[in-house]
């Protein structure tokens, strides 16, 4: 995990491969000599995170013994909640088992994981009850993703100035600053719509907004309308060609 302190990252290629989502090249590129014992379970980590992106539950269940390091069984928590829904109750218990640890509970991995099940159940603040305080990049970057969920682009852009004045060339920092503005440029429908409406009101046609919700809501209601006014108009001009 992208820890926040200085020193040499043997992991910084397999990382990154992670983050931007070639989940394969991450696995085949995973054999990284003189890996000190921290290392070699954060890559391990990374290698089965990577399974579970692919889709991979069964093989990351069988793969983690109950003699792994914490951040493993945590990830193996979260193949075992991604792989049977049916049973993501006892699943999700088993988490908060190790969530009211105190060792376990503090672990970066098993915060992160936490988090991660907790935004797929909707619950947002328990997940950040266990993320906020971040501490990784991971978990700011997670943080941005929940904050952006429950629709609140003003707590996600403090995550991501945190995240900007560690490291702003960070991949997760780029990555972050990428969902944040898609999620504040992704126009809302009725807000496009009122905007047209609008301007025209006040004498200022403004055809940028109609194309907009044209673009992104060809099938809202004032697209259509606009549409069938074009028609009457072409039809029109037609009958006095």
């Not at 020193?7 to 990154?16: A, E, I, Q, S």
């Not at 391990?44 to 093989?59: K, T």
């Not at 088993?94 to 640890?101: F, H, I």
């Amino acid at each position: 995990m992208a820890s926040m302190a200085a020193g040499p990252d043997h992991l910084f290629n397999l990382r990154n491969s992670f983050y931007l989502g070639a989940y394969q090249a991450a696995i085949n590129n995973s054999e990284i000599p003189n890996l000190s014992q921290e290392d070699i379970v954060e890559r391990d980590c990374l290698v089965h995170r990577s399974y579970i992106a692919l889709g991979s539950y069964q093989l990351v269940i069988n793969e983690i013994d109950e003699a792994a390091a914490t951040p493993l069984q945590a990830v193996k928590l979260l193949a075992m909640y991604l792989s049977s829904p049916e049973n993501k109750e006892s699943t999700i218990a088993s988490l908060r088992e190790w969530l009211a640890d105190p060792t376990a509970g503090s672990n970066a991995t098993v915060r992160l994981i936490a988090g991660t099940i907790f935004m797929h159940e909707e619950d947002y603040s328990e997940a950040l009850k266990h993320t906020h305080s971040g501490g990784t990049m991971d978990l700011h970057a997670l943080n941005v993703q929940i904050f952006i969920k429950m629709h609140r682009s003003d707590y996600a852009e403090k995550q991501l100035r945190v995240m900007q004045q560690f490291d702003e060339d960070h991949t997760l920092t780029q990555l972050a600053s990428a969902w944040l503005n898609l999620a504040v440029d992704a126009k809302d429908p009725e807000t496009l719509a009122n905007l047209v409406v609008c301007s025209i009101h006040v004498g200022k046609p403004s055809p940028r907004y109609l194309s907009q919700l044209k673009l992104s809501h060809p099938e809202h209601v004032l697209v259509k309308r606009a549409a069938s006014a074009e028609d009457n108009l072409e039809r029109a001009l037609q009958s006095f060609a």
